[in-house]
T-cell receptor
Framework: GQSLEQPSEVTAVEGAIVQINCTYQTSGFYGLSWYQQHDGGAPTFLSYNGLDGLEETGRFSSFLSRSDSYGYLLLQELQMKDSASYFCAVSLNYGGATNKLIFGTGTLLAVQP | DTGVSQDPRHKITKRGQNVTFRCDPISEHNRLYWYRQTLGQGPEFLTYFQNEAQLEKSRLLSDRFSAERPKGSFSTLEIQRTEQGDSAMYLC?????????????????FGPGTRLTVL
């Protein structure tokens, strides 16, 4: 089967750096994405790793190690508005016909003043 | 185009009734996905269309669920004979892509969802 594991909750203070880890066991792996979801809102795309290494987008960075089936999302200079749920999601690819997402259970990030 | 839209945003129904939800994707997107999300969980994949063709359907989707995308634009998701276990947020997403030319970022754009409550 497919499974993704991430911590259920993380707490940090404004201005700090936080890392959210994700480990996965899937077949047909194509890449790892990260989505942010505020309470009652739609998931919004943050970052994607198709290859090993670090991808940086402003205050957010994401890392992938395919050999370790592991990735993380790094959030820097935390702001109160970063309080949200963060989901890692694996893209599955079977012969290029689909790129459906398999989501983890999410990490609830609470940013405190 | 302001993004993916879904209608209705909320639906309350009684057990045994049929419900239908609509999703309007971003206009140039050829791929459309339906997901279901319950409290405290991540979205679960239900089904996927490329243009008007339904290419994959999750085993989570019982025979009571059916989805269509008749002209390759908007999509509908129908649940027949609703059960209390169907209560969830139903999310629609769209993306660009086709065949082996997958979007490098693999970004899916989600709508606001339809929250279904089955009494």
């Amino acid at each position: 089967g497919q499974s993704l594991e991430q911590p259920s909750e993380v707490t940090a203070v404004e201005g700090a750096i936080v890392q959210i880890n994700c480990t996965y066991q899937t077949s047909g792996f194509y890449g790892l994405s990260w989505y942010q979801q505020h309470d009652g809102g739609a998931p919004t795309f943050l970052s994607y790793n198709g290859l090993d290494g670090l991808e940086e987008t402003g205050r957010f960075s994401s890392f992938l190690s395919r050999s370790d089936s592991y990735g993380y999302l790094l959030l820097q200079e935390l702001q109160m508005k970063d309080s949200a749920s963060y989901f890692c999601a694996v893209s599955l690819n079977y012969g290029g016909a689909t790129n459906k997402l398999i989501f983890g259970t999410g990490t609830l990030l609470a940013v405190q003043p | 185009d302001t993004g993916v839209s879904q209608d209705p945003r909320h639906k309350i129904t009684k057990r045994g009734q049929n419900v239908t939800f609509r999703c309007d994707p971003i206009s140039e997107h050829n791929r459309l996905y339906w997901y279901r999300q319950t409290l405290g969980q991540g979205p679960e994949f239900l089904t996927y269309f490329q243009n008007e063709a339904q290419l994959e359907k999750s085993r989570l989707l019982s025979d009571r669920f059916s989805a269509e995308r008749p002209k390759g634009s908007f999509s509908t998701l129908e649940i027949q004979r609703t059960e209390q276990g169907d209560s969830a947020m139903y999310l629609c997403a769209s993306s660009l892509g086709g065949g082996r030319a997958l979007s490098p970022r693999n970004e899916q754009f989600f709508g606001p969802g339809t929250r279904l409550t089955v009494l």
